[in-house]
């Protein structure tokens, strides 16, 4: 007996670390996105299916897609506070609460989501993400490929604009619209199409994919062919929630978040992204206008004052937003992403 007791102690004792280790937990991921639409099924999915492979099953991700569990902008809010674990947050959804990363959303300045990611990533780290979000843990980032602007006519330049009502990406674009005269229409993605057919807008600035993601083509089926703008929304994760997990299961979740990572995501939703294009540009009921040069220019001036806007609410917050902006347009540099 007492052969068997001794025995029975070493196995315990040989076992314990890993079962200390081996911790299993459950995360749940909400997001707004549509489950069968690029930015989840190449972006999303793959995120969390590499995660828990890593992490040997260890890590479960159950993901709630399409505001199952609350609307798009109260995502950020919802990881926040423990209401999910991570959640899919566009920082644009909510105006003025995270003026650094607003940079981001000003219109001309990348013309790769790819490159533009690891950029964003890598800048926000070093430049805003401790001051704006560190309530949570900044996993990755996910831009789309440089959205554009669909009408339902003709419009090249800035002063086309004029009189219309636009659904705008996010805040800054909102902006944008007003300061050229038009009339921004705030909605989340998921209601676009119903704000178009009812005639509430006349145009919207989307990602290639979301105009066959939301069954757009026939409502808005004139292209404004130049990189427009991005939005780059993040994976977050609630603090509580990270610090909760054992250092093995800890090092699966920050090895999957960081800039390599925010272009790898990318990347999927970049290729559906110029697949949908061509495929638009196939269509002989869609039209493409490419601007000249004098319109790129007449763009990129009229959307000047937005640059010096955000400069004075970074700087209201206490920060340098002079050292913040130089910084952002060098890393774009770097990765070869600026426009």
Not at 110 to 127: F, P
Not at 176 to 195: K, N, Y
Request: overall charge negative.
């Amino acid at each position: 007996m007492k052969k068997t007791y001794v025995a029975l102690c070493a196995i315990l004792t040989v076992m314990a670390p890993a079962t200390l280790t081996a911790q299993e937990v459950t995360l749940r991921l909400s997001h707004w996105v549509p489950p069968t639409i690029s930015p989840a099924t190449k972006g999303i999915n793959p995120w969390a299916e590499s995660v828990m492979e890593a992490s040997d099953g260890r890590i479960q991700i159950d993901i709630y897609p399409a505001q199952q569990l609350g609307r798009a902008p109260d995502h950020y809010d919802m990881a926040k506070d423990g209401i999910v674990d991570l959640s899919y947050v566009n920082p644009g959804y909510t105006a003025g609460r995270f003026p650094i990363y607003a940079l981001t959303e000003v219109p001309f300045m990348a013309d790769d989501s790819v490159k533009g990611a690891m950029a964003i990533h890598e800048w926000y780290a070093a430049n805003g993400a401790e001051q704006e979000m560190g309530d949570v843990k900044v996993c990755f980032v996910h831009p789309h490929a440089p959205g554009a602007l669909h009408t339902q006519v003709d419009v090249t330049s800035p002063d086309g604009v004029s009189g219309k009502n636009v659904r705008p990406a996010h805040a800054t674009m909102a902006r944008f619209v007003s300061l050229l005269g038009g009339g921004p229409v705030q909605v989340p993605a998921p209601e676009v199409r119903e704000a178009l057919s009812k005639g509430a807008a006349e145009a919207v600035t989307f990602p290639w994919g979301s105009m066959y993601d939301f069954n757009l083509t026939e409502e808005v089926p004139v292209h404004l062919d130049m990189p427009f703008y991005l939005s780059a929304q993040v994976l977050i994760m609630n603090l509580d929630s990270y610090n909760s997990l054992s250092d093995e299961n800890k090092a699966v979740i920050d090895d999957h978040c960081t800039p390599e990572w925010s272009g790898k995501v990318a990347q999927g939703w970049y290729d559906d992204d110029m697949a949908a294009k061509e495929k638009l540009m196939a269509d002989e009921n869609q039209t493409f206008n490419t601007p000249t040069e004098e319109e790129v220019a007449a763009w990129r001036e009229a959307a000047a004052p937005l640059i010096d806007e955000w400069k004075a609410a970074v700087a209201d917050r206490g920060h340098d937003a002079d050292a913040i902006l130089e910084a952002y347009k060098a890393k774009l540099v770097e990765m070869g992403a600026d426009y």
